[in-house]
Structure formats: structure tokens, C-alpha cells
């Protein structure tokens, strides 16, 4: 008994170690971080050669995908969701359980609080179109690797080219140096306004970190007020 106290105890302290190194990772980048063979593509993403000119249609088009080894381990295709003609385009990293259970994003903790957030700024779901770098879930929420970005990625691009979004928000590290194909901290990105494709892209924290560590709600808040400005500035109609 005693011994599995102990155990769960010197478990738990993994985990909070493991969850402190990857926050610390996550804001201030630094060479210990090497995710096993993921984010550096140096190669412009394949535009996927398709004519069709329809979110759904595109759905449905990809949505068997096995063109990588996530296919198989997948319970659902998590395309992304909210409005086809959305101005204003979230990009998380890939699906967590719950996500990969449903079907849709951002549905766990993490998406609780990008609702609450999109509300304090007067958004919605309906607002907004949201999606992650890759559709399917990666075994125990690892990082994404570089094949897995590589087969996945120009099915975000398309999905852009077909929403037509005036600025894209880039939810966490991982999200930004996987778009930008650079390999630097979320503090450095933060703040500027970088060109992806053509398209607007800010960066600012995974709202995952933003319960890991509230110490970073009140920069985000100020991200997210920009953000909103941002929008509000470019809005269509
Ligand atoms: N984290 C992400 O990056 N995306 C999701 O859809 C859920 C959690």
C-alpha cells in the first residue's frame, strides 16, 4: 500500500516535472528543446492539387486519409470547425483525446477556455474557423513529427486558400514554428505579424499552457486584445 503511495507520489512528481520543462520550452524555445524529429522542414508544403472549391466537399474528399501512420490510430478525422467564411482562422497543433473521440476541436479543457476567451472578445465558434496542423491524433499527445506535418499540412493550406481568412492565429509554439518553419521562442514571436501564404499570421499562447501556467492569461489577454483589434480593422463587411 505504502509502496504504491510512493509510487503514484514519485509518478506524479515526473509529471510535474516533464509539464514544468515543456512550459518553460514552450515560452523561452532554448537548445534543449529537440522534439523527436519534428518541426524542422526546411521543404514549402505540396499544395494539394484539387479543384474543388467547398469546405464540406473538401471534408469529405480527405477525410479517409491514411497518408500517414496516424490513419490507423485515429477514431475520427478531425477536420476543424466554425464558419466557412470566417475571417479570422485558429490553428492549434493537433487533436487530444477528447477531440479525436468527437471529432471536433478544441473541445477538451483547453477549447473550454478558447471559448471563454473568443467570448471576451465578442466572438463565437460561429465567428471564427478553427483547426490544428494535423487532423489526426498523435499516440499520448505527443509532438507532431515531421512525416506526420509533411502529409498533413496541405490540407490546412487548402483549407485557407477556401475560407479565405484575413488573419490567422497560431495557438502555441509548436502551432507557430511548424507554420513559419522557424525555430524560435513563443516570446519571440509574439507581438509581430508574420505573412503565411499570403495571409496574416500572429502568434500567442496554446490555451493548454494558459491553464498550465495563469500566469500567462494576462500577456495572452493582451495578444487577444490585438487580435480582436486586428479583426475588427480587417473584418469584410
Ligand atoms: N489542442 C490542440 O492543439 N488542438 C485541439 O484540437 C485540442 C487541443
Request: glycine share 6%; aromatic share 8%; proline share 7%.
Amino acid at each position: 500500500m505504502l509502496q504504491n503511495v510512493m509510487l503514484t507520489t514519485v509518478s506524479d512528481k515526473h509529471d510535474q516535472i516533464k509539464t514544468f520543462i515543456k512550459e518553460e520550452l514552450e515560452i523561452f524555445g532554448g537548445p534543449l528543446y529537440q522534439p523527436e524529429d519534428s518541426q524542422h522542414i526546411e521543404s514549402e508544403p505540396q499544395p494539394v492539387n484539387s479543384e474543388i472549391n467547398d469546405l464540406s466537399v473538401f471534408n469529405d474528399a480527405i477525410k479517409n486519409c491514411m497518408s500517414c501512420p496516424l490513419g490507423a490510430s485515429r477514431n475520427s478525422f478531425v477536420f476543424g470547425a466554425g464558419n466557412p467564411n470566417a475571417d479570422l482562422m485558429f490553428v492549434g497543433e493537433a487533436p487530444g483525446e477528447r477531440e479525436d473521440m468527437e471529432g471536433v476541436p478544441f473541445v477538451g479543457r483547453a477549447g473550454k477556455l478558447l471559448d471563454d476567451i473568443l467570448k471576451a472578445i465578442d466572438l463565437s465558434r460561429d465567428d471564427v474557423f478553427i483547426a490544428n496542423v494535423l487532423k489526426c491524433r498523435p499516440p499520448n499527445n505527443r509532438d507532431p513529427k515531421k512525416d506526420e506535418i509533411e502529409a498533413c499540412e496541405p490540407y490546412l493550406i487548402k483549407q485557407i486558400e477556401l475560407i479565405k481568412p484575413k488573419l490567422l492565429v497560431a495557438l502555441g509554439r509548436i502551432s507557430a514554428m511548424t507554420l513559419l518553419r522557424k525555430k524560435d521562442s513563443l516570446t519571440a514571436m509574439r507581438g509581430q505579424v508574420f505573412n503565411y501564404h499570403g495571409t496574416d499570421l500572429v502568434v500567442t499562447y496554446h490555451p493548454a499552457a494558459l491553464l498550465r501556467n495563469p500566469n500567462w492569461k494576462r500577456p495572452a489577454w493582451e495578444d487577444f486584445q490585438k487580435i480582436r483589434d486586428m479583426y475588427r480593422g480587417n473584418k469584410r463587411g
